[in-house]
Each structure stands twice: as structure tokens, then as C-alpha cells.
């Protein structure tokens, strides 16, 4: 089955949260794919109030690098896990972008995640001057190694990588199933040099950038790819139904 995480991003009130999930929930297959909702923190209670039970996990679009503490507007991975959260989207091009997120901080923060047992995605990929200057293999390297470095091999079953191309995010312009097994395939070759051939093999890795309806099927045929990281199309719960049916 293949997975599918939507990413809300910025985006959805808790009242409109709760009108999104009732006329989701009534029209979704969720046998279809492994949905994962990645929400804003202030919808995690009402996430849960209506995923809890049905199979599908709600999870957060970031957390930060310590437990508890002196760390005003941040939000532990203790607390997400107390709101009802079982997944966190680690490192997303936007938050490495504006806020600053080295691969130090997202190391530290996958291991703040790990503690608390959530599940990780982790998101990985080169600007557009890192692509045409052929920079994206060591680019993604960069961002695989640093991100997870000290990890024990067990510790990847509960990671899942997702390649996001920065220039393919929210404009329409997804990558070529192409480009996307180019990448994907540096991706677990980087997995299998530092973990084992089996982590190459077995960790999950996702595409990311402009899904829509239209190319998520030849997306989803791309060689060594487990799913999708949905942004923009998500935001649509009748939309998002009838991606998940293409599944
Ligand atoms: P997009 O966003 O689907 O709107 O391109 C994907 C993401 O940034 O996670």
C-alpha cells in the first residue's frame, strides 16, 4: 500500500479543521493508501477528536530540538504526542528556508522525535541553483548524513524520507518520474553506504512537489518510491478524495 502524508501547512481554523474532516471522512477509502494529516498545532485536538479509531495518523509539521524548558512559542515533541500525535514532518524546505533550519538542528530534533516515538518524515532535496549547477546528490548526501547522524540502524524503521525538490513546491511544476528515480536512488544509495543494505532497501521514500490528480499515478510508478507528500492538493477534502482513490 502506499503512503500518502497531507501536509495543511499554514493553513485550515479549527472550525474549518472540523468541517474539512466530516466531509473527509464520509467520503474517504481509507483502505486505499496509508494516510498520515500533518496539521497545524492549534488543529491537533480536533485532528484527533476525528482520526483516533480510524486508521489514519495525525501528525505535526515540526517540534523543537528540546523536551522542555526555557523555549518560548515552541512546541515539544512530548506535547505532540500528548495532543495525540504519532507523526512529525522534520526539515521541510520552507522551515530550513525561513526559519533557519540547519541539518545540526534537524539532527537534533529526529532524535527529540525518536525519543518520544513518533514517526518521522523527513524531508530532504536541492534548491533550483543547486540543480543546475549539479549539486543535488551532494546536496541530498549533505542533508541525509547530518540529518541522521548518530542514529542506530533499528532507529530508521520509524523514518520515512521525503524527497521534495525546492523548485517543484507549490508552483505546478512537479519533477519528471526521471528525475525523481535519480534522486530517489542517490537517496537510498546514501542509506545503504551508511546504514546497510537492508535500510537502502526497507526505508520508506516518499515525492513531494506539485501532486495533483493528474500526475500522481505515473509519480507513484516511479522506481523506488512508497508514496506522496501532498501540499496545495490536500487542502481540498473532495479533491483529496479523489487523488487518494488514484492511489
Ligand atoms: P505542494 O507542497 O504539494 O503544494 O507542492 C508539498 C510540500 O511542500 O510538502
Known amino acids: 500500500m502506499k503512503k500518502i502524508v497531507a501536509n495543511f501547512k499554514m493553513n485550515a481554523t479549527v472550525e474549518e479543521t472540523k468541517r474539512y474532516f466530516i466531509n473527509f471522512l464520509a467520503k474517504v477509502d481509507s483502505a ?6 500533518c496539521l497545524p498545532y492549534t488543529s491537533l485536538a480536533t485532528g484527533n ?17 528540546e523536551d522542555e524548558g526555557k523555549c518560548t512559542g515552541e512546541i515539544s515533541g512530548r506535547m505532540l504526542v500528548d495532543a ?9 524546505s520552507e ?15 529526529i532524535k527529540v522525535a525518536l525519543k518520544n516515538r513518533l514517526d518521522i518524515i523527513l524531508c530532504v532535496g536541492e534548491s533550483l541553483t543547486e540543480k543546475n549547477t549539479l549539486k543535488t546528490l551532494e546536496t541530498l548526501k549533505a542533508q541525509i548524513e547530518e540529518g541522521l547522524k548518530g542514529l542506530y540502524e533499528n532507529e530508521l524503521e520509524n523514518i520515512t524520507i521525503a524527497y521534495e525538490p525546492i523548485w517543484a513546491i507549490g508552483n505546478g511544476k512537479n519533477a519528471t518520474v526521471k528525475e525523481i528515480e535519480y534522486a530517489v ?14 535500510a537502502g532497501k526497507e526505508t520508506k521514500v516518499l515525492y513531494g512537489g506539485s501532486v495533483n490528480i493528474k500526475n500522481i499515478q505515473s509519480i507513484l510508478k516511479a522506481k523506488g518510491i512508497d508514496g506522496v507528500l501532498i501540499g496545495g492538493a490536500c487542502l481540498d477534502a473532495n479533491g483529496f478524495v479523489n487523488l487518494i482513490n488514484l492511489a
Not at 477528536?49 to 530540538?65: C, H, P, S, V
Not at 522551515?95 to 530534533?109: G, V
Not at 536512488?185 to 537492508?198: N, W, Y
Open 49 to 65: 477528536y476525528f482520526l483516533k479509531g480510524t486508521g489514519i495518523k495525525l501528525g505535526a509539521q515540526n517540534l523543537a530540538d
Open 84 to 92: 495525540g500525535a504519532e507523526a512529525v514532518i522534520i526539515g521541510h
Open 185 to 198: 536512488k542517490a537517496i537510498r544509495k546514501v542509506l545503504t553506504d551508511d546504514f546497510s543494505e537492508k
Open 95 to 109: 522551515r530550513r528556508a525561513k526559519f533557519k533550519e540547519s541539518n545540526k538542528t534537524i539532527n537534533k530534533k
Open 32 to 37: 486505499k493508501a496509508e494516510l498520515t494529516f
